[in-house]
């Protein structure tokens, strides 16, 4: 009898997740939608190098016009930097304030004089710190080259010769060594869009549901509100599944050609617990959702600080602590986390579990409240 | 009909005689043919009634006719023009009622009763007074003036249904097209409604009627009825015509003789077998004070009664009474509020599986899945109950054949009309061969022959099965075959007894009467107390002398196209309306207020351009003095949070792939003494690449601390020439301090008003699609533009406020202070919430469901707004199609206004372009909304 019970309630489960999967298929658009979501925008996502400097406008203004300030105007290279453009001191805020350029470095009088001399003189780097990213990672890199071409050409001056520096530094990056931002751009957009998917499949299709009182008829059926759950957990897990694996093999690795280090399948198998919790909150926030409008709402109020604050787009270690620690609770923080390791730095479940483990206990317990909640809500 | 007597009186000159004219007209729904080629003259001024099976083309035929359906094949005259003009459809509108099929298709639930009229009202131009008058005299004769208050989603389906007809009625059309407007409606209110037509009709003798119907009794009383069958006419006539020709007594009969051979071959008429009185202690369904109150009103008052295994029990009563209610109760959709119910004797519990496997339920509104088609959804039905999986092909077949249902079986119910989908619930609900079946309306829209062979299903369940039945229904002579009745009147039960019984006890001479006496007996009760409550308003009489107004126009002069399309009344009630639903939904209003304040105070202070306590340590095969000192200026930097120092590569190796340190610096052995010998030693730096923009601040950072440890070096060697290292002054302008907070707000704004409002907007019009109030834009003089922008209005201002609050939040709670001009802001944010809202009415004129519109509009707004518009990199350091999609998509602008008034002091002279571009894409956006949205079904 306890067996017969079992068999009948998988029954329920697998037939009422293919009635999602057939009416998803029935709609083209969302079809359509999805196959954009894991395609294009991961092409766009990774070609629209959001992150390391690019194309970055540089104007200087030189006042010395000696053979350094020539030099350092020289260094500025595509692909970080524009090829720089040369203008007057009293352009300076008309530029900035136009938003024409990035950084605007002025290059004082007697400079070259003051450099041989040993005496360290002063040069003026304008930075538009509105244009953020670019504006924090390029100053660095405008820093740096401009030191690098100072010392060489004082060591080229002086009697010194190479022996100016008495220690070189030699850059390794691992796991990315050109830094190419398409590789983090891609998974990133990836990770977005399988967390976004997920939340919307089945939280929007529950309050369909609803709004519609099949789920007040399911509710006089025997079939129990974990039934009709897991249902909907498991075929819109598999169908964003199958998308994100496509995406992966496809489009990352095969078209984009980003190298992927790690196991395939065991980020899949991280993918599979992710989406066990997201989906969940996909359920759980339609629980508290009235109607699809508030459901969109809400969505939106969860999933951009989920993403924003994942340590996808900015490092989470820069962020205040107490941000640190309430992104704990989101599941998005883990999978960012698993996936680098997996994916860029070649990790093993040896390493993932922790995340691996987190993302189990967030997902069910997200699954248990919305549980209790479900009935309550299902019929009104 | 065509060569009907051409005695037909007060014709509109235009009309040449006839509402509607028209032939060969074809209409198909992909593969489904719904009209084939029919023919026919209507006459104006009548009262026309179709009648037909489910799914003969009824509804086709009545959707074409108020141009609500695009036109296919043929041709169509109504009230003397061509349905395929678009000039005459709109001239058309107002002078066309509509009423679709479906309880309260054309309703706003969240609207109540008298929101509802006045949204029509307003809509035909009706001024205040008038309105008044109309609304009142329709809803005192419907019975709905009571409930003028309430939400039109808490009514019952029979009093959706009447307030629709109020809708329909509130001006004074030519031609009134109802369909099936009585399916769910008390026989009281029948009576009531058909009065209400009756007196329109003598006050306005020119107006045509056109009626599809499944009471045959109602049928009777029309001027002229049209048979029709699989597409096509059968016959028409009057009903005593059609009597004589077919030679039956009643509509009924002759309905069904009218049917080809093969359709009536397995009707026949039915007789109830007594049930057995050894049945009389088996008690299946028992209730005891079953009492349910929603706040002060009570639904259902005390009804208690017991029904015996095998027994059929009818449940009726006046629309609203709470029989749904009763039945939700008993299902344990609901728990009561007093009072006991039992099934098997065992309590309701709604979470027992037992007592579900053993009951059937339909429910009143449609609840089977659209998404799959009607044999999908028998399969699916099966499995969930429970039927071994080498049966439920068995049973599949057995409901399709008994329901009629195999024709159909490869549609999904959406497409099916009223009556088929009604027969495929029932299918549903007793395809487990259960024990006790609750039925709620099942019949309702269904026609009579379909209805015969149910009933002969339910006898058969009954009697043979054992099966205890509870059904409510409309249909009297369904009443009588009933074992008992329970008559229910304002959540109360008058009275329960076999039907027979009933008519003795009322002195009546059939059910029907001893029904409506019962009725406006307890009604006649009930409004003498709501008489004396409402004495110090107006009555009726008063409000009637309130002279009706001609149609208000505006005074001067706009072209023709012009005055059809952009009306403002018509625009200001959509408005109005929508902010109406808007205050009543208050979760959703608060949540797009205050929800874009806490998405902005996370990104403000949880998104930092810093990059600071990054992870690393130190792997010093040297352990030199100079090594140490090497090391430690590495250790002191604010960056970076030095951690337990790296024994060997392996290690090394391992703690990067854990992710635990981001930065790895490794000093060779022999550092100190290659240094001293001038061999240069080179030192290996690692970093975590995994995030490349971490990776290059790293690696700004590891510079400028090399530099720094070199330039120490280098004062402290005599022999050297004196060097001392430019001083790079870096001066970040307009953020001289490099916080993030007056980076990350003026950059938030835009794009927290782009996601939030087209969200909103592109959901308001989709849920209108998808819970079927569309038909208004199709069936009334809105136009496109009037309703798109009337739409769309409340949510410009929603989201124009939500801009305010957040400009208030950046200066006083962050302390970014406006440093340019506040007006340009302000302007440029409010066009940009009508190009954000512009794009949701986009998205809507695409999709037809909310899940996709929600999707839809996600993935057109977030990525492009925070990743291609110059939130983090300029539009013009992207290459390809990003860089196309930053050029025209407006939050670009919205943030080089933003960063320059909050950042730079900018003004007008310096912001002219952007926000001029911004200006010239509202029109754009709103032309393409309204180009895309439909003005008919397609």
């Known amino acids: 009898m306890k067996g017969a019970d079992m068999i009948q309630k998988l029954r329920n489960i697998y037939e009422l997740g293919v009635k999602e999967l057939i009416g998803l298929f029935r709609d083209p658009l969302m079809l359509a939608l999805i196959v954009y979501s894991f395609t294009f925008a991961i092409y766009v996502g990774a070609v629209s190098s959001s992150d390391s400097v690019t194309n970055a406008a540089v104007a200087v203004v030189d006042q010395d016009r000696s053979s350094i300030s020539q030099r350092i105007m020289e260094s500025f290279l595509p692909p970080q930097f524009r090829l720089p453009v040369q203008i007057e001191q009293y352009q300076i805020d008309g530029c900035m304030d136009r938003g024409e350029y990035t950084f605007i470095l002025v290059i004082p009088p007697d400079f070259q004089r003051d450099l041989l001399a040993g005496k360290g003189p002063s040069i003026q780097l304008n930075v538009d710190a509105t244009r953020m990213s670019q504006a924090f990672v390029g100053a660095g890199y405008v820093q740096q080259i401009v030191l690098k071409e100072c010392n060489t050409f004082f060591a080229a001056g002086s009697s010194a010769g190479e022996g100016i520096s008495p220690a070189n530094i030699v850059i390794r990056n691992r796991f990315n060594p050109n830094l190419e931002s398409s590789w983090f751009g891609g998974i990133n957009e990836l990770i977005n869009n399988i967390t976004m998917l997920a939340i919307i499949l089945t939280g929007a299709s529950l309050i369909r549901e609803r709004e519609r009182g099949t789920l007040e008829h399911l509710m006089v059926m025997p079939v129990t509100s974990f039934e009709t759950m897991v249902s909907k957990i498991w075929s819109m897990s598999l169908a964003v599944l199958i998308a994100s694996a496509f995406a992966l093999l496809v489009i990352i690795k095969w078209y984009l050609g980003i190298p992927v280090t790690g196991s395939f399948w065991l980020f899949m198998l991280g993918v599979t617990l992710y989406l066990f919790a997201v989906t969940s909150l996909g359920i759980f926030i339609a629980c508290f959702a009235g109607n699809m409008p508030q459901f969109g709402i809400l969505m939106i109020l969860i999933l951009i600080p989920m993403q924003m604050l994942s340590g996808g787009s900015t490092p989470q270690e820069s962020m205040p602590v107490p941000v640190q620690r309430i992104m704990q609770l989101s599941p998005t923080t883990h999978f960012v986390t698993f996936s680098q390791a997996i994916l860029f730095r070649g990790a093993g479940m040896h390493v993932v579990w922790v995340p691996f483990l987190k993302l189990f206990v967030i997902g069910a317990v997200l699954f248990i409240i919305s549980l209790k909640r479900f009935r309550k809500t299902a019929a009104s | 009909m065509r060569r009907s007597e051409p005695e037909t009186s007060g014709i509109s000159p235009d009309s040449g005689g006839f509402a509607v004219r028209f032939s060969g007209l074809r209409l198909s729904y992909g593969k489904t043919l719904a009209l084939n080629g029919i023919s026919l003259d209507i006459p104006a001024g009548r009262l026309v009634g179709l009648i037909g099976p489910d799914g003969v083309g009824k509804s086709s035929l009545l959707s074409l006719v108020t141009g609500v359906h695009a036109m296919q094949e043929g041709s169509l005259t109504v009230l003397g023009g061509d349905m ?8 058309l509108c107002p002078r066309i009622a509509y009423m679709p099929q479906g309880l309260g298709k054309n309703l706003y639930f969240t609207l109540t009763v008298e929101e509802n009229l006045q949204f029509f009202g307003r809509l035909f131009g009706h001024g205040p007074a008038e309105r008044r008058r109309r609304i009142d005299h329709l809803t005192k004769s419907t019975g709905l003036y009571p409930f003028l208050d309430r939400p039109a989603g808490k009514l019952s389906g029979g009093m959706k249904q009447k307030l629709g007809l109020c809708c329909s009625l509130i001006h004074d059309p030519d031609l009134l097209v109802l369909d099936e407007p009585t399916t769910g409606v008390d026989p009281l209110a029948r009576r009531q409604f058909w009065d209400l037509i009756d007196s329109i009709r003598k006050d306005q003798p020119t107006l045509s009627v056109m009626v599809a119907t499944a009471y045959m009794d109602e049928a009777q009383r029309f001027d002229w009825l049209i048979a029709m069958d699989e597409g096509k006419i059968l016959d028409t006539g009057s009903p005593k015509e059609l009597l004589d020709k077919t030679g039956s007594d009643n509509l009924d009969s002759a309905f069904i003789r009218l049917l080809p051979e093969s359709k009536r071959a397995h009707h026949r008429e039915l007789t109830v077998p007594p049930l057995p009185p050894e049945a009389d202690n088996d008690i299946s369904i028992e209730a005891e004070g079953l009492t349910r109150k929603f706040g002060s009103f009570t639904a259902v008052d005390h009804v208690s009664f017991r029904i015996r295994r095998g027994e059929i029990f009818g449940f009726l009563g006046s629309n609203g009474c709470g029989k749904t209610t009763t039945m939700r109760m008993l299902t ?14 065992v309590p309701i519990d709604g979470n027992s599986m037992e007592v579900r496997k053993k009951l059937g339920y339909m429910t009143q509104l449609f609840s089977l899945y659209n998404e799959l088609t009607v044999r999908q959804n028998l399969e699916l039905y099966a499995k969930l109950y429970g039927i071994p999986e080498h049966e439920v092909h068995d049973h599949v077949e057995e409901m399709l054949t008994r329901f009629d249902l ?5 549609t999904v119910p959406a497409d099916l009309p009223l009556g088929i989908k009604q027969r495929l619930s029932l299918a549903a609900a007793v395809i487990h061969h259960p024990q006790i079946l609750i039925l709620d309306e099942p019949t309702s829209g269904v026609d009579p022959v379909a209805r015969d062979g149910f009933w002969e299903l339910i006898i058969e369940l009954s009697r043979r099965d054992k099966v205890t039945i509870f059904i409510t229904t409309h249909f009297m002579n369904e009443a009588e075959r009933c074992d008992r009745i329970s008559l229910m009147h304002a959540g109360r039960s008058l009275a329960c007894d076999t039907p027979a019984g009933l008519v003795e006890s009322r002195k009546a001479a059939t059910l029907e009467e001893a029904f409506i006496g019962c009725l406006e007996d307890a009604a006649a009760a009930s409004s003498a107390a709501a008489q004396k409550k409402g004495e110090n308003e107006s009555p009726e009489t008063a409000a009637e002398e309130v002279k009706p107004e001609t149609k208000p126009h505006s005074s001067f002069h706009m072209p023709a196209w012009f005055r059809e399309n952009c009306d403002f009344g018509r625009w200001y009630t959509c408005f109005w309306r929508e902010m109406l639903e808007l205050k009543r939904d208050g979760v959703r209003g608060t949540l797009a207020l205050f ?16 990059v600071e306590n990054l992870p690393m340590a130190i792997l010093d095969e040297d352990q030199s003095e100079t090594s140490l000192d090497y090391s430690w200026n590495f250790a002191a930097s604010r960056y970076f949070d030095e951690r337990k120092p790296v024994r060997q590569y392996d290690e090394l190796d391992q703690r990067m792939v854990n992710g635990e340190l981001s930065l790895v610096v490794q000093i060779p052995p022999k550092f100190g003494r290659d240094i001293q010998q001038n061999n240069v030693p080179e030192l290996a730096i690692w970093i975590d690449g995994a995030m490349p923009s971490r990776a290059s601040t790293i690696n700004g950072y590891i510079q400028a601390v090399h530099a720094q440890w070199v330039s120490e070096y280098l004062k402290k060697q005599p022999d050297l020439p004196s060097y001392e290292i430019p001083d790079l002054e870096t001066r970040y302008r307009y953020n001289p301090d490099v916080l993030s907070l007056p980076a990350m707000v003026p950059a938030v704004i835009p794009i927290l008003l782009m996601m939030i409002p087209a969200i909103l ?3 308001s019009v989709v849920r209108e699609k998808e819970l079927g109030s569309i038909i208004n834009l199709y069936a009334t003089p809105l136009s496109r533009l009037e309703f798109l922008l009337g739409k769309q209005t409340p949510y410009i201002i929603l989201a124009f406020f ?17 440093k340019g001009s506040l007006p340009l802001l302000l302007l440029s944010l409010a066009l940009y919430c009508v190009l954000s809202t512009g794009f949701g009415m986009i998205a809507s004129s695409v999709t037809k469901s909310q899940i996709a519109v929600i999707f839809l509009t996600m993935v057109a707004t977030i990525l492009p707004a925070t990743q291609l518009c110059g939130l983090i990199n300029p539009v013009s350091s992207q290459g390809g199609a990003a860089r196309v999609i930053g050029m025209f998509y407006p939050t670009t602008y919205m943030l080089l206004i933003s960063r320059g008034v909050f950042n730079k002091a900018l003004g007008f002279s310096d912001l002219m372009k952007p926000l001029l571009f911004m200006a010239a894409e509202i029109p754009v956006t709103v032309a393409i909304g309204i180009l895309l949205q439909k003005k008919q079904e397609q």
Do not use: C, N, Q, W
Not at chain 2, 84 to 91: D, P, V
Not at chain 2, 595 to 610: N, S
Not at chain 2, 804 to 813: S, T
């Open chain 2, 595 to 610: 929800g874009a304040l806490i998405l902005m105070v996370v990104m403000g202070y949880g998104i930092t351009m810093d």
């Open chain 2, 332 to 345: 344990g959709l609901l728990p009561a509020t007093e009072g006991t119910a039992s099934l098997f004797g």
């Open chain 2, 406 to 410: 195999r024709s159909s079986e490869k």
């Open chain 2, 761 to 763: 907007a592109a959901l």
């Open chain 2, 802 to 818: 939500s801009s305010i609050l957040l400009i208030l939040m950046a200066v006083f709670l962050f302390d970014v202070p406006v």
């Open chain 2, 84 to 91: 395929r003009s678009a000039a005459h459809r709109a001239a």
